[in-house]
């Protein structure tokens, strides 16, 4: 694990109020899984310096730890997600864009 997987995992975990390590590998892959989304979603790459790109992820892996079921939930939170996004998408200019 790199360093700043750590501290993304320790912020993950700060943020759900974790304790422990047992479930660090799932929140590690429910990071990536958000920062692939949030990617794939805007064009937008990480690591970037937006504070709304880091409470959607946080967001995403918050939704994703609480909502393990199969068939999932849906929520205010999915309307709130894509709007962030939609903001990413479009007011982000400091960050490197795959599209460019």
């Known amino acids: 694990?790199?360093?700043e997987e750590?501290?993304?995992?320790?912020?993950?975990k700060k943020f759900l109020r974790v304790d422990g390590n047992l479930?660090?590998?799932l929140i590690l892959d429910f990071i990536a899984s958000a920062?692939?989304?949030?990617?794939?979603?805007?064009g937008h790459t990480f690591?970037?310096?937006?504070?709304?790109?880091?409470?959607c992820v946080k967001a995403f892996v918050t939704h994703w730890y609480e909502n393990r079921?199969?068939?999932?939930?849906?929520?205010?939170?999915?309307?709130?997600?894509t709007s962030m996004i939609n903001?990413?998408?479009?007011?982000?200019p400091e960050a490197q864009s795959d599209a460019e």
Not at 6 to 12: F, H, I, M, S, Y
């Open 23 to 25: 479930e660090d590998d």
């Open 69 to 81: 079921e199969i068939a999932g939930t849906t929520s205010n939170l999915d309307g709130v997600l």
């Open 87 to 92: 903001q990413l998408k479009y007011t982000l």
């Open 6 to 12: 750590k501290v993304e995992l320790e912020k993950a």
């Open 47 to 55: 690591p970037n310096k937006s504070a709304r790109a880091a409470m």
């Open 1 to 3: 694990m790199t360093e």
């Open 35 to 42: 920062k692939e989304y949030i990617t794939s979603a805007t």
